[in-house]
Protein backbone atom coordinates (compact mmCIF):
# COMPACT_ATOMS: atom_id res chain seq x y z
CA UNK A 1 0.00 0.00 0.00
CA UNK A 2 1.41 3.65 -0.95
CA UNK A 3 1.49 5.47 2.25
CA UNK A 4 2.72 8.65 0.31
CA UNK A 5 -0.85 9.61 -0.66
CA UNK A 6 -2.35 10.21 2.24
CA UNK A 7 0.35 11.89 4.17
CA UNK A 8 0.20 14.05 0.52
CA UNK A 9 -3.57 14.30 1.14
CA UNK A 10 -2.64 15.80 5.08
CA UNK A 11 -0.13 17.93 3.62
CA UNK A 12 -2.16 19.59 1.25
CA UNK A 13 -4.72 20.12 4.25
CA UNK A 14 -2.03 21.64 6.29
CA UNK A 15 -1.15 24.43 4.08
CA UNK A 16 -4.94 25.27 3.41
CA UNK A 17 -5.18 25.43 6.92
CA UNK A 18 -2.39 28.12 7.66
CA UNK A 19 -3.25 30.21 4.36
CA UNK A 20 -6.95 30.65 5.53
CA UNK A 21 -5.61 31.40 9.16
CA UNK A 22 -2.88 33.71 8.21
CA UNK A 23 -6.18 35.88 6.30
CA UNK A 24 -7.98 35.61 9.38
CA UNK A 25 -5.33 36.92 11.62
CA UNK A 26 -3.26 39.03 9.47
CA UNK A 27 -5.52 39.78 6.58
CA UNK A 28 -5.60 39.37 3.06
CA UNK A 29 -1.54 38.47 1.84
CA UNK A 30 -1.82 40.86 -1.44
CA UNK A 31 -3.91 44.10 -2.47
CA UNK A 32 -5.39 41.60 -5.65
CA UNK A 33 -6.79 39.03 -2.45
CA UNK A 34 -8.21 41.99 -0.66
CA UNK A 35 -9.54 43.69 -3.17
CA UNK A 36 -11.28 40.30 -4.39
CA UNK A 37 -12.77 39.86 -0.85
CA UNK A 38 -14.00 43.43 -0.83
CA UNK A 39 -16.06 43.05 -3.83
CA UNK A 40 -16.87 39.58 -3.80
CA UNK A 41 -18.13 39.60 -0.22
CA UNK A 42 -21.87 39.72 -0.86
CA UNK A 43 -21.75 38.21 -3.77
CA UNK A 44 -23.39 34.66 -4.79
CA UNK A 45 -20.19 31.74 -5.21
CA UNK A 46 -20.86 32.09 -9.59
CA UNK A 47 -20.88 35.62 -9.47
CA UNK A 48 -17.46 35.96 -7.19
CA UNK A 49 -15.88 33.22 -9.56
CA UNK A 50 -16.50 36.44 -12.27
CA UNK A 51 -13.82 38.67 -10.32
CA UNK A 52 -11.04 39.75 -12.61
CA UNK A 53 -7.90 41.97 -12.32
CA UNK A 54 -8.06 44.46 -14.79
CA UNK A 55 -4.71 45.99 -13.94
CA UNK A 56 -2.72 47.54 -11.00
CA UNK A 57 -1.26 50.57 -10.47
CA UNK A 58 0.92 52.36 -7.17
CA UNK A 59 0.41 55.42 -5.92
CA UNK A 60 2.18 56.85 -2.61
CA UNK A 61 1.90 54.40 0.09
CA UNK A 62 -0.87 52.66 -1.61
CA UNK A 63 -1.98 50.57 -4.77
CA UNK A 64 -4.72 51.16 -6.95
CA UNK A 65 -6.81 47.48 -7.86
CA UNK A 66 -8.75 47.51 -11.23
CA UNK A 67 -10.94 44.96 -11.38
CA UNK A 68 -14.21 43.91 -13.70
CA UNK A 69 -16.58 41.01 -11.95
CA UNK A 70 -20.53 40.06 -13.52
CA UNK A 71 -22.86 40.24 -11.40
CA UNK A 72 -26.50 37.99 -12.20
CA UNK A 73 -28.56 39.41 -9.78
CA UNK A 74 -28.02 43.07 -9.55
CA UNK A 75 -27.17 45.46 -12.54
CA UNK A 76 -24.71 47.92 -11.54
CA UNK A 77 -25.48 51.39 -12.29
CA UNK A 78 -22.15 51.62 -14.45
CA UNK A 79 -23.33 48.88 -16.82
CA UNK A 80 -24.70 50.49 -20.03
CA UNK A 81 -25.51 46.73 -22.04
CA UNK A 82 -27.53 45.60 -18.62
CA UNK A 83 -25.68 42.14 -18.52
CA UNK A 84 -24.31 42.88 -15.06
CA UNK A 85 -20.89 43.86 -15.46
CA UNK A 86 -19.26 46.14 -13.22
CA UNK A 87 -15.89 48.37 -13.56
CA UNK A 88 -14.63 49.68 -10.38
CA UNK A 89 -11.31 50.51 -9.02
CA UNK A 90 -9.97 50.28 -5.33
CA UNK A 91 -7.71 51.48 -2.99
CA UNK A 92 -5.46 49.21 -0.94
CA UNK A 93 -3.11 49.76 1.39
CA UNK A 94 -0.96 47.78 3.43
CA UNK A 95 -0.59 47.20 7.37
CA UNK A 96 1.88 44.39 9.36
CA UNK A 97 -0.67 43.84 11.97
CA UNK A 98 -4.04 43.66 9.42
CA UNK A 99 -2.28 42.86 5.79
CA UNK A 100 -3.55 44.10 3.06
CA UNK A 101 -7.07 45.84 3.34
CA UNK A 102 -9.09 47.46 0.82
CA UNK A 103 -10.26 51.45 1.76
CA UNK A 104 -13.18 51.37 -0.79
CA UNK A 105 -13.02 53.04 -4.51
CA UNK A 106 -15.32 53.56 -6.74
CA UNK A 107 -17.65 51.72 -9.73
CA UNK A 108 -18.13 53.29 -13.35
CA UNK A 109 -21.99 55.42 -13.34
CA UNK A 110 -23.35 54.68 -17.00
CA UNK A 111 -25.90 57.23 -15.53
CA UNK A 112 -23.62 60.46 -15.58
CA UNK A 113 -21.70 60.02 -18.33
CA UNK A 114 -21.49 62.57 -20.87
CA UNK A 115 -25.05 62.94 -22.96
CA UNK A 116 -23.19 62.34 -26.22
CA UNK A 117 -22.15 59.41 -27.63
CA UNK A 118 -18.64 59.23 -25.68
CA UNK A 119 -16.88 56.54 -27.04
CA UNK A 120 -15.51 55.63 -23.17
CA UNK A 121 -17.71 55.67 -19.67
CA UNK A 122 -15.62 58.30 -16.83
CA UNK A 123 -16.18 58.92 -13.66
CA UNK A 124 -13.98 62.25 -12.25
CA UNK A 125 -13.48 62.73 -8.51
CA UNK A 126 -10.91 64.20 -6.17
CA UNK A 127 -10.20 64.19 -2.53
CA UNK A 128 -7.17 64.73 0.24
CA UNK A 129 -4.68 62.68 2.12
CA UNK A 130 -1.50 62.44 4.29
CA UNK A 131 0.20 63.35 0.82
CA UNK A 132 -2.61 66.25 -0.07
CA UNK A 133 -5.06 66.84 -2.23
CA UNK A 134 -5.69 64.49 -5.31
CA UNK A 135 -7.70 64.33 -8.42
CA UNK A 136 -8.58 61.40 -10.56
CA UNK A 137 -10.27 60.47 -13.56
CA UNK A 138 -11.04 56.99 -13.96
CA UNK A 139 -13.19 55.18 -17.09
CA UNK A 140 -13.86 52.23 -19.58
CA UNK A 141 -12.93 52.17 -23.25
CA UNK A 142 -16.08 51.37 -25.13
CA UNK A 143 -14.21 50.90 -29.19
CA UNK A 144 -10.91 49.48 -30.08
CA UNK A 145 -11.08 53.04 -31.86
CA UNK A 146 -9.41 54.69 -28.79
CA UNK A 147 -5.65 55.16 -28.90
CA UNK A 148 -5.23 57.60 -25.94
CA UNK A 149 -6.80 59.54 -22.96
CA UNK A 150 -5.99 63.05 -22.57
CA UNK A 151 -6.68 64.57 -19.21
CA UNK A 152 -6.53 67.88 -17.98
CA UNK A 153 -5.98 69.26 -14.46
CA UNK A 154 -6.74 72.34 -12.62
CA UNK A 155 -2.76 72.79 -12.33
CA UNK A 156 -2.75 73.67 -15.88
CA UNK A 157 -1.07 69.62 -15.87
CA UNK A 158 -1.94 67.48 -18.50
CA UNK A 159 -1.55 63.40 -18.17
CA UNK A 160 -1.69 61.13 -21.61
CA UNK A 161 -2.53 57.48 -20.59
CA UNK A 162 -2.78 54.49 -22.55
CA UNK A 163 -6.23 52.29 -21.35
CA UNK A 164 -4.64 48.73 -20.33
CA UNK A 165 -7.58 45.91 -21.08
CA UNK A 166 -9.97 48.47 -21.46
CA UNK A 167 -9.35 50.89 -18.58
CA UNK A 168 -7.51 53.86 -18.03
CA UNK A 169 -7.09 56.31 -14.58
CA UNK A 170 -5.39 59.33 -14.61
CA UNK A 171 -3.84 60.93 -11.40
CA UNK A 172 -2.79 63.73 -10.14
CA UNK A 173 -1.53 64.52 -6.92
CA UNK A 174 -1.72 67.83 -6.34
CA UNK A 175 -4.75 69.47 -8.57
CA UNK A 176 -7.84 70.09 -7.11
CA UNK A 177 -9.90 69.15 -9.82
CA UNK A 178 -9.78 67.09 -13.41
CA UNK A 179 -11.46 69.51 -15.99
CA UNK A 180 -11.19 68.15 -19.33
CA UNK A 181 -11.23 64.69 -21.32
CA UNK A 182 -9.79 64.19 -25.10
CA UNK A 183 -10.42 60.90 -26.51
CA UNK A 184 -8.12 60.33 -29.41
CA UNK A 185 -7.53 57.82 -31.83
CA UNK A 186 -4.86 56.71 -34.49
CA UNK A 187 -2.41 59.11 -35.14
CA UNK A 188 -3.59 61.35 -32.70
CA UNK A 189 -7.07 62.00 -34.19
CA UNK A 190 -9.28 63.40 -32.15
CA UNK A 191 -12.14 61.57 -31.36
CA UNK A 192 -13.84 63.49 -28.47
CA UNK A 193 -13.90 65.95 -26.06
CA UNK A 194 -15.59 66.30 -22.35
CA UNK A 195 -15.68 68.84 -20.49
CA UNK A 196 -16.04 67.43 -17.09
CA UNK A 197 -17.96 70.75 -15.78
CA UNK A 198 -20.30 70.97 -18.26
CA UNK A 199 -21.26 67.80 -18.58
CA UNK A 200 -21.48 67.79 -15.08
CA UNK A 201 -19.26 64.83 -13.85
CA UNK A 202 -17.53 67.32 -11.72
CA UNK A 203 -19.19 70.14 -9.60
CA UNK A 204 -19.05 73.54 -11.59
CA UNK A 205 -15.83 74.94 -10.54
CA UNK A 206 -15.03 77.89 -12.56
CA UNK A 207 -12.20 78.97 -9.99
CA UNK A 208 -10.57 75.35 -10.53
CA UNK A 209 -11.15 74.91 -14.11
CA UNK A 210 -9.82 77.53 -16.20
CA UNK A 211 -7.56 77.41 -19.23
CA UNK A 212 -5.62 74.39 -18.60
CA UNK A 213 -2.57 73.36 -20.97
CA UNK A 214 0.30 70.67 -21.17
CA UNK A 215 2.87 70.46 -18.31
Known sequence: ???????????????????????????????????????????????????????????????????????????????????????????????????????????????????????????????SGSTGTYAYVFGHVLTRTVRTVQVAFSTGQTITTIPSKTIFMALSSSAANACQVRVQGVNGRLITEINLVADGLIPAAPSYCGETHGA
Open 1 to 127: MDRTLPFAAVGVVVIALVLWSRDQLFGPASPLEAARQYVTQDLSPSDARSFTVLGTRPWSNREIVFYHVHQTAYRPPGDPWGNGDEYGWLWVVHSYVLGWQALGGSVLDAGVTPPHQAPVLVEAGHG
